[in-house]
């Protein structure tokens, strides 16, 4: 990580209370309140509660309109308030941003709610300013803050209305079991595109 990224999430954790350095030896506080979720660990091993939508479920998924099948879900898009704001498709009229308002799931399909019909096709970049896509943050290397390489990442997963729930990552031990991690949004410094996803915290907070 560079040095100023890496001074400026210290800077930050010390205004919090926080300690973010490996040497500290924390357990991740729970000094910011219950209410705050990002800095609550989840039982590894525990499922996902009822409704939770996972980001390699949805994308391959068939999407359906009024007068039949429309395309196939190829990405997910998320807003700048870190809920789901479309998913990408694509079909023989090429590629699509619906917003996820628009579509329901039922079963292993995407339905386009309501009579206004399929969008016309297009492929823009990203669904709104300051979104991202969720399948270019599938495969990233996951490192704490200091630098140490954790895994990848495997799945994310999303609560039933729409807002980023968990990061699914794959350890680097291969005999680990895969762990489900709070997502760390831009106020802990994520970067979308950087091809990393950076632990806000070090080694010793989750050992």
Do not use: H, N
């Not at 924390?26 to 800095?39: E, K, V, Y």
């Not at 009024?66 to 498709?89: K, S, T, Y």
């Not at 943050?137 to 704490?144: A, I, K, N, P, R």
């Not at 990393?196 to 010793?204: D, E, I, S």
Request: proline share 10%; hydrophobic share 45%; with cysteine.
């Amino acid at each position: 990580m560079p040095f100023a990224r890496m001074r400026t999430a210290i800077l930050a954790a010390q205004a919090l209370g926080l300690c973010l350095l490996p040497a500290c030896g924390d357990t991740l506080p729970d000094r910011l309140g219950a209410g705050d979720r990002s800095f609550v660990l989840p039982d590894w091993k525990q499922p996902d509660p009822a409704g939770t939508l996972r980001a390699r479920t949805l994308m391959g998924m068939a999407v359906m309109g009024p007068a039949g099948p429309v395309g196939q879900v190829i990405d997910l898009m998320v807003g700048p308030d870190e809920r789901l704001a479309a998913v990408m498709v694509e079909g023989p009229a090429g590629q699509a941003a619906m917003p996820w308002a628009a579509v329901q799931a039922e079963g292993a399909v995407l339905r386009v709610a309501g009579p206004a019909g399929v969008p016309p096709a297009t492929a823009p970049a990203a669904s709104t300013s300051g979104g991202w896509s969720v399948a270019a943050l599938l495969g990233d290397l996951v490192t704490f803050v200091d630098g140490q390489s954790y895994g990848t990442v495997e799945d994310v997963a999303f609560d039933p209305d729409g807002a980023v729930r968990t990061v699914v990552v794959r350890p680097d031990d291969p005999g680990a079991e895969a762990a489900l991690l709070p997502f760390y949004g831009r106020r802990f410094g994520f970067e979308p595109g950087s091809g990393r996803y950076v632990l806000p915290f070090g080694a010793r907070s989750v050992g």
